[in-house]
C-alpha cells in the first residue's frame, strides 16, 4: 500500500512537470513514443485511440507548440509526427520515468483515475 502511494506521488509529479493534464494527452503521447516518427493523420492516430478528431488535433497541436511533438507540412492529408525527448534535465527524468511504465497496467488505472473527465 505504502508503495502505490509512493508511485501515485511520483507519477502524479511528473505528469505535471511534463504538463499533461489530460487521458488523450498521454495516449497521443504513448502512440507516438512507440511509433517515433509517424506518418499520418491526426484523424487516423484518433481513430486508433477511440477519441474524436477534433479533440486528438488540439492535443497534437498543444504538444507541437510545446516541444515533444514536431510535424511536417500537410501532404497528401498526413503529417510526418516525431516526437522529441524533452532536454531540460528535471522534463527529461519524468519523461523517462514515465515511458518506463507506459506498458503498466497499474500505472495506466492511476492515470486514467488522475486524468479521468480532463480534456
Not at 511528473?14 to 512507440?34: A, N, P
Not at 534535465?89 to 473527465?117: C, F, I, N, Y
Request: hydrophobic share 45%; glycine share 6%.
Amino acid at each position: 500500500m505504502a508503495e502505490d502511494n509512493q508511485l501515485h506521488l511520483q507519477v502524479n509529479g511528473w505528469l505535471k512537470t511534463l504538463g499533461i493534464e489530460s487521458l488523450c494527452q498521454w495516449d497521443v503521447l504513448v502512440f507516438l513514443y512507440r511509433h517515433q516518427s509517424s506518418l499520418v493523420s491526426a484523424e487516423s492516430i484518433a481513430r486508433f485511440l477511440g477519441y474524436a478528431p477534433a479533440e486528438v488535433v488540439a492535443v497534437v497541436d498543444n504538444m507541437e507548440s510545446s516541444g515533444p511533438v514536431q510535424r511536417s507540412r500537410v501532404s497528401q492529408g498526413v503529417c510526418l509526427y516525431q516526437l522529441i525527448a524533452p532536454t531540460d534535465p528535471t522534463r527529461r527524468d519524468a519523461w523517462e520515468r514515465l515511458m518506463a511504465l507506459a506498458d503498466s497496467h497499474t500505472v495506466r488505472l492511476l492515470l486514467a483515475r488522475k486524468l479521468q473527465g480532463s480534456s
